[in-house]
């Protein structure tokens, strides 16, 4: 079955930086448009970024574009996302998903990034 | 960026009885070349990552009970949850694929009254 397991999250100063992964198992990843969103303490659910099923398209949200990096290993089945520069908004809980057609189907259970002195 | 809001913020529904949350984009997220409207519809529980529920405005995924609905087109968007049930307590959120950002409405809380 489709598994989707985020790893990498933890506390981080303001500045820093911080790679979350994503492993992907149970579908044939290099097939697949991927996708992150974060949710804050309390808060709403943000569109972070998504990659296309190739890697040659990458989208952003305003909120982290130029500071985000995300990409992806096919050999390895799996989804990176390395955040620069975090801020104290970075502060949430992240998810990455299998894309189905634009919506994500499949998700993690998530991680928790922590941007505080 | 498109927009999304939502209506109500929350509502308490009767067991049984019908649950209607509204969903309307800045903009019109109807995709000309193949006439679908790139609207998704999500279920969350405390704790848990979000459950697709609808893509395409009106297509309900996979093992979805046929109690959720979704309708509209355009720029409004409704999810219809037919007769209510203990499990359905959750917040719900609409979400636009139309452009980036993919941007989420802020949710909408349901509970039993």
């Known amino acids: 079955q489709v598994q989707l397991v985020e790893s990498g999250g933890g506390v981080v100063q303001p500045g820093r930086s911080l790679r979350l992964s994503c492993a992907a198992s149970?579908?044939?990843?290099?097939?697949?448009?991927m996708h992150w969103v974060r949710q804050a303490p309390g808060k709403g659910l943000e569109w972070v970024a998504v990659?296309?099923?190739?890697?040659?398209?990458?989208y952003y949200a305003d909120s982290v574009k130029g500071r985000f990096i995300l990409s992806r290993d096919d050999s390895k089945n799996t989804l990176s996302l390395q955040m620069n520069s975090l801020r104290s908004e970075d502060t949430a809980v992240y998810y990455c998903?299998?894309?189905?057609?634009?919506?994500?189907?499949?998700w993690g259970q998530g991680t928790l990034v922590t941007v505080s002195s | 960026d498109i927009v999304m809001t939502q209506s109500p913020d929350s509502l308490a529904v009767s067991l049984g009885e019908r649950a209607t949350i509204n969903c309307k984009s800045s903009?019109?997220?109807?995709?000309?070349?193949?006439?679908?409207?790139?609207l998704a519809w999500y279920q969350q529980k405390p704790g848990q990552p979000p459950k697709l529920l609808i893509y395409?405005?009106?297509t309900r995924e996979s093992g979805v009970p046929d109690r959720f609905s979704g309708s509209g087109s355009g720029t409004d968007f409704t999810l219809t949850i037919s007769s209510l049930q203990a499990e359905d307590v959750a917040v719900y959120y609409c979400?636009?694929?139309?452009?980036?950002?993919?941007?989420f409405g802020p949710g909408t809380k349901v509970d039993i009254k």
């Open positions: 998903g299998r894309d189905l057609s634009g919506a994500g189907n499949y």
């Open positions: 149970g579908f044939t990843f290099s097939s697949y448009a």
């Open positions: 990659i296309s099923y190739d890697g040659s398209n990458k």
């Open positions: 903009q019109s997220i109807l995709y000309s070349s193949n006439n679908k409207n790139d």
């Open positions: 395409w405005a009106s």
């Open positions: 979400q636009q694929y139309y452009n980036d950002p993919f941007t």
